[in-house]
């Protein structure tokens, strides 16, 4: 029989027929119905034209046809399966792997990548957003973006972007609170604080304020989201004033989703970094970490 006429179909249905000796059984593997297998079955048979199983009470008994026929699929189909496992593997390892925190990835890295892909032979971009610092082994990642301050123990690091505040809100709620004159009078609305991990509550707002000359209080008040994304969020939703850094909100502003409430930018103590392995020498990620670091 030659190959384009293989009745690849038939074939699977016989060899899961034959694994659970019932037509059921197959079906179920297969997710089709009882009687899709069963009309394979009679069509492989028939274009073969010998029987391959024998019909009884108990299920299906395969004949000597059958039996012959059985172990060259079952190698077949193993083979297929582990020859397709392998290449995805192999995709999969030609993939690079980076994590950055959610606010960054959604403001910033995603709205950028098709950029990246409209670069020659650009490999796949496997994004991990992620608030905790992933594991470069147990978890896979090649490139990390975090915003911090250097050393990272065991980790090389290169600059890739400061980082500056601004106060933002929504243009209904600056409307109400117009007009501004200090920037301590920012201290009489609702406040949003986006401080993650162990910076403590407002500790941006006392940046920003601070580099405005404005001594901080012991205790500033509001709603925390630990997150900058959902902050940002609830400021475009009028709930009150947040902290944005100005490198990542350009899409907001540009859509009118937010306003700067208070024209005075201040350069945060922190930075963003790219860190990865001191061992890292990836052809494909150091590509990718160029791209970054032009983008």
Same mark, same amino acid.
């Given at each position: 029989?030659?190959?384009? /006429?293989?009745?690849?179909?038939?074939?699977?249905?016989?060899?899961?027929?034959?694994?659970?000796?019932?037509?059921?059984?197959?079906?179920?593997?297969?997710?089709?119905?009882?009687?899709?297998?069963?009309?394979?079955?009679?069509?492989?048979?028939?274009?073969?034209?010998?029987?391959?199983?024998?019909?009884?009470?108990?299920?299906?008994?395969?004949?000597?046809?059958?039996?012959?026929?059985? %172990?060259?699929?079952?190698?077949?189909?193993?083979?297929?399966?582990?020859?397709?496992?392998?290449?995805?593997?192999?995709?999969?390892?030609?993939?690079?792997?980076?994590?950055?925190? %959610?606010?960054?990835?959604?403001? $910033?890295?995603?709205?950028?990548?098709?950029? $990246?892909?409209?670069?020659?032979?650009?490999?796949?971009?496997?994004?991990?957003?992620?608030?905790?610092?992933?594991?470069?082994?147990?978890? /896979?990642?090649?490139?990390?973006?975090?915003?911090?301050?250097? %050393?990272? !123990?065991?980790?090389?690091?290169?600059?890739?972007? %400061?980082?500056?505040?601004?106060?933002?809100?929504?243009?209904?709620?600056?409307?109400?609170?117009?007009?501004? !004159?200090?920037?301590?009078?920012?201290?009489?609305?609702?406040?949003?604080?986006?401080?993650?991990?162990?910076?403590?509550?407002?500790?941006?707002?006392?940046?920003?304020?601070?580099?405005?000359?404005?001594?901080?209080?012991?205790?500033?008040?509001?709603?925390?989201?630990?997150?900058?994304?959902?902050?940002?969020?609830?400021?475009?939703?009028?709930?009150?004033?947040?902290?944005?850094?100005?490198?990542?909100?350009?899409?907001?502003? /540009?859509?009118?989703?937010?306003?700067?409430?208070?024209?005075?930018?201040?350069?945060?103590?922190?930075?963003?970094?790219?860190?990865?392995?001191?061992?890292? /020498?990836?052809?494909?990620?150091?590509?990718?970490?160029?791209?970054?670091?032009?983008?």
């Amino acid at each position: 029989m030659h190959r384009r /006429n293989l009745p690849f179909s038939a074939l699977r249905a016989f060899e899961a027929a034959a694994r659970h000796n019932s037509v059921s059984g197959a079906a179920k593997e297969l997710s089709v119905t009882h009687s899709a297998v069963s009309h394979q079955l009679k069509q492989l048979e028939a274009k073969l034209g010998i029987p391959l199983f024998i019909r009884t009470n108990r299920g299906l008994r395969m004949t000597h046809q059958g039996e012959t026929l059985l %172990p060259v699929l079952l190698e077949s189909f193993d083979r297929i399966a582990i020859t397709l496992d392998e290449l995805r593997m192999q995709d999969q390892d030609q993939a690079i792997h980076i994590t950055c925190t %959610p606010s960054f990835a959604s403001k $910033w890295l995603v709205p950028r990548l098709n950029d $990246w892909y409209t670069q020659l032979d650009a490999n796949r971009v496997h994004l991990h957003p992620s608030l905790s610092f992933l594991d470069f082994k147990s978890d /896979n990642i090649d490139i990390a973006i975090r915003c911090g301050t250097p %050393p990272w !123990k065991n980790l090389h690091h290169e600059i890739f972007m %400061p980082i500056h505040l601004v106060p933002v809100c929504s243009p209904g709620y600056l409307q109400r609170i117009q007009p501004l !004159k200090q920037a301590e009078e920012l201290l009489k609305y609702d406040l949003i604080h986006a401080d993650v991990g162990d910076h403590d509550l407002g500790e941006e707002w006392c940046d920003w304020l601070s580099g405005c000359g404005v001594v901080c209080p012991n205790n500033i008040d509001g709603l925390s989201f630990h997150d900058p994304a959902l902050a940002m969020q609830a400021a475009a939703d009028g709930m009150g004033l947040a902290i944005g850094y100005r490198e990542l909100i350009d899409n907001d502003l /540009n859509s009118g989703r937010l306003v700067i409430a208070f024209d005075r930018v201040i350069k945060h103590q922190y930075s963003y970094y790219l860190v990865y392995p001191l061992d890292q /020498n990836n052809a494909s990620v150091n590509v990718f970490k160029d791209w970054l670091l032009n983008s």
